[in-house]
């Protein structure tokens, strides 16, 4: 009816255009007319009959297909060839893809809540960006690559630390904010004036790296600690009164005694993620010198476990994401 009686013959502005002058046409044709079966009208027919009706559901009824997609870290979506922006506290993370009858484009989060609407592209490749949705990242505290400069130059306002921020934001220019943030986490641990004569050794092996600095810094824990043994004034450090066991208990966090070469070692290991390894190595290093295995064999032997390990995890990770049923 609709088809052969409305949309043939007729051209319409746009889908506006189109859903006004069919509501017209219901309302003055369609509904106006005496129906076939029921010999009545049938705007009278729903009077009568609206009350035996059930009431609509509370959540509108999808009339489309909606998909599930994962927002990338720049927040932007791909859907039909072209990508489109979400707000970033969505980067990462899943959303639903909902296309509407007016060539749009409607972004919602898994709790039902709407992020986004645009209009879809008609030509692919395209990214369809509201920069409202990038807003917060300027806001966010601490964590752009201008922020971290100026708060560096504000801890450290010599011209060494100046230097050094120079040369470290040509040499990472990649990952410069993971270097700052860490370096800047140092002085939680080290007094200023031992990360600026780090930062000053630093400029003289051209190397700006936050472990080239926790391995300065190490050393100068060492280099101090040695020295200590020898020339340690007590007097300088705490009254006279404190006992020997208490006086030493009052040295300051950077002269505590530095880690083993095995502690060390260990640390290592667990930081670049090899677990197993890091557990194993000295009983293996029991076992090789009493079997007189060589080195590469040893070294052999570490690996082989470790990559056991990582495939063992790698499997088990697999199987829970699988959600098999029992």
Not at 142 to 147: A, D, F, N, P
Request: proline share 3%; charged share 25%.
């Amino acid at each position: 009816m609709v088809e052969e009686h409305f949309i043939k013959g007729n051209t319409f502005a746009d889908w506006a255009d189109f859903a006004r002058r069919l509501s017209h046409f219901a309302a003055e044709v369609l509904n106006a007319r005496i129906h076939g079966t029921t010999q009545e009208r049938p705007q009278d027919r729903l009077l009568s009959e609206q009350q035996l009706l059930l009431k609509l559901p509370a959540t509108r009824f999808i009339s489309c297909r909606e998909c599930f997609r994962k927002v990338s870290l720049d927040c932007l979506v791909a859907y039909g060839g072209s990508r489109y922006s979400v707000p970033w506290q969505y980067a990462g993370k899943h959303v639903w893809l909902r296309p509407t009858q007016d060539s749009g484009l409607e972004i919602l989060a898994s709790t039902g809540e709407t992020l986004a609407r645009h209009q879809l592209s008609q030509e692919k490749g395209k990214n369809v960006v509201d920069l409202k949705h990038y807003q917060g990242l300027r806001e966010n505290s601490g964590s752009s690559k201008h922020q971290l400069s100026c708060l560096f130059q504000r801890r450290f306002p010599e011209a060494a630390a100046g230097r050094f921020l120079e040369k470290l934001l040509a040499q990472y220019r990649m990952n410069a904010q993971v270097q700052l943030q860490r370096i800047l986490a140092l002085l939680q641990s080290y007094p200023r004036e031992t990360l600026l004569l780090a930062f000053e050794q630093a400029l003289s092996y051209n190397t700006f790296s936050y472990r080239f600095l926790c391995g300065l810094l190490s050393q100068q824990e060492s280099a101090v600690n040695c020295r200590s043994r020898y020339s340690w004034d007590r007097n300088e450090l705490c009254p006279s009164s404190m006992s020997n066991g208490d006086w030493r208990a009052t040295r300051p966090s950077f002269l505590r005694c530095p880690m083993t070469e095995t502690e060390r070692l260990k640390a290592n290991l667990e930081q670049m993620g090899l677990k197993r390894m890091a557990g194993t190595f000295e009983t293996e290093a029991e076992r090789a010198a009493q079997l007189k295995t060589s080195y590469s064999g040893y070294l052999g032997r570490l690996v082989e476990e470790e990559l056991l390990a990582k495939t063992d995890r790698s499997v088990n990770y697999r199987i829970k994401k699988a959600t098999f049923r029992t």
